[in-house]
């Protein structure tokens, strides 16, 4: 099994990177990467305001991101490693620059690979055959709306590995026992609660499940009320100190240990604007975008029968995060690619549907029809840059506010303005254009701006295709030397995904029925 998680891991991460854009655009993403330039260069959080707002004014007078600091923190080692390669390319400023942001920007591609090994170990250890587990895990990571987040510098493919990690090791202390199980959820819930503060409203449904098992394990006569204590005191420990250490970052910034950048947007939108906004709108419906999970349904009644208390985690953990999210002034994450706040619970409905694969071959059937429905969905996603649709329909610049009613109406709303299908027009009609003498070609006019292209390049954005290979030829950087890059990696990602599925047919037999307790 290590040489499939092996191999899985560097599939999924290969393939990912393949498709990269190798760019940080996002206000979001740009503010949490210069926190991370600031503590390798100065040793400060502090960054400069000139190039995102994303932020306040703190101790000192000095402006601070306030993004949870874990991302910042774990990205150092590629920011080193993206410093110390345009040192030895001498690549001059400006393509400097960039080439450290682009390296950095390959972070959540790893996390892509941690991503497949969590799942596919989960769906294993839920009883399903490899098969199976690795149909469900590479259904998360290509058919739904996380796909086109594992190519971006955002936080949410994080906060998915974080949560999804935490219920797993809650459930292997369910099937085992083992009270180590329990401080690896601790500490995987305190990392992303210093990824993003929003963690948080998950913390309550993860303790009612650690009690209901150990409880329920009670009732055959296992633990007792001291065990009860220990238990919960090896979770909540490491989060407890995550809490403490926020409070301190927060403190050393702002000189307040609540200072939370939420606190300034509030929970205005009304409840029903934003379920309905999220579960069933033309723009971003959580279903929509990851069509498969619509399978969840039928296979409830099944997956309760071996996993009670699992479904009702799950159930608990979706709802809470839909309700919070709801009332959120920014309920749809803009600009984002589907609902981006509830990316984080995919797994919890994609895990359920691996009961009802088993059950016949029309099932599976539907299922594979909708992976591929939801695979098409995506590459619209992953082919054209999000703001780039925005502005193409006129929604960027932002010209209202986030408690205007009108806010992003028409890509929200209107069916015929949904990303779904914009992308896919854009995408026909980009590759047209870059298959012609039309194709856009930009000039690096400076490293003092977010985006360091001139106004006019800035029009041509609307013509790109959002790969980073893409981008290098419409810079004139490479040439035959990059499409021979571009092949090898394909090569390379061909390879290791025929070697996975090698290995996983030889090991077909082995363990294939695991223990499940209700």
Not at 419 to 437: D, K, Q, T, Y
């Amino acid at each position: 099994m290590k040489k499939t998680y092996t191999y899985l891991f560097f599939f999924v991460v290969a393939a990912n990177i393949l498709v990269s854009g190798g760019r940080l655009a996002v206000s979001d993403e740009l503010a949490i990467f210069l926190t991370s330039e600031s503590i390798v260069k100065r040793g400060d959080l502090a960054i400069s305001n000139d190039l995102v707002k994303n932020g306040s004014i703190g101790n000192g007078g000095k402006f601070y991101a306030g993004s949870g600091i874990a991302q910042s923190v774990l990205n150092i080692p590629l920011y080193v490693a993206g410093d110390a390669v345009t040192r030895i390319l001498g690549l001059s400023e400006p393509l400097k620059t960039l080439a450290v942001r682009a390296i950095s920007s390959l972070f959540n591609q790893f996390f892509a690979g941690f991503i497949a090994i969590v799942m596919f170990a989960f769906g294993s250890r839920l009883g399903y055959s490899k098969r199976i587990s690795l149909f469900l895990t590479l259904s998360l990571l290509f058919t739904t709306n996380l796909f086109p987040y594992s190519k971006s510098f955002m936080r949410e493919p994080q906060l998915l590995f974080y949560l999804l990690t935490a219920v797993f090791f809650l459930y292997c202390f369910k099937l085992d026992g083992k009270a180590k199980y329990l401080v690896y959820s601790g500490m995987l819930c305190g990392i992303g609660l210093l990824t993003r503060l929003t963690a948080v409203v998950a913390l309550p449904v993860l303790f009612v499940y650690l009690i209901a098992i150990l409880v329920e394990a009670r009732k055959l006569g296992a633990p007792n009320r001291p065990r009860i204590i220990r238990s919960s005191l090896l979770f909540g420990t490491p989060i407890v100190a995550a809490i403490i250490l926020n409070a301190v970052y927060n403190y050393f910034q702002f000189g307040d240990m609540n200072a939370t950048p939420y606190a300034k947007l509030g929970f205005t939108t009304p409840l029903f604007v934003g379920v309905y906004g999220l579960l069933f709108s033309p723009g971003k419906s959580f279903f929509l975008y990851a069509p498969l999970t619509i399978l969840v349904f039928p296979a409830l009644s099944r997956f309760r029968r071996t996993n009670r208390l699992e479904l009702y985690l799950f159930a608990g953990l979706f709802i809470v995060n839909l309700i919070f999210f709801a009332k959120f002034m920014a309920w749809a994450g803009d600009g984002s690619w589907g609902p981006r706040y509830l990316i984080s619970t995919l797994p919890l409905f994609v895990l359920p549907i691996g009961s009802l694969l088993q059950t016949s071959k029309v099932v599976r059937k539907i299922a594979i029809g909708l992976t591929v429905l939801g695979f098409l969905i995506q590459v619209g996603g992953v082919s054209i840059y999000l703001g780039n649709y925005l502005r193409e329909i006129g929604e960027f610049p932002l010209t209202k506010n986030f408690d205007d009613p009108e806010f992003f109406y028409r890509s929200h709303f209107i069916p015929n303005y949904s990303p779904v299908i914009g992308h896919w027009e854009m995408l026909a009609r980009n590759v047209r254009v870059n298959f012609s003498e039309e194709k856009p070609n930009f000039r690096i006019a400076s490293t003092g701006a977010r985006i360091p292209l001139s106004e006019e390049d800035k029009t041509n954005l609307l013509y790109t295709l959002d790969f980073w290979f893409m981008y290098l030829s419409y810079a004139g950087i490479g040439g035959e030397r990059i499409l021979a890059a571009v092949l090898a990696l394909g090569l390379v990602t061909v390879w290791l995904g025929f070697r996975t599925f090698q290995i996983l047919g030889a090991n077909e037999g082995v363990g294939k029925e695991l223990p499940v307790r209700a």
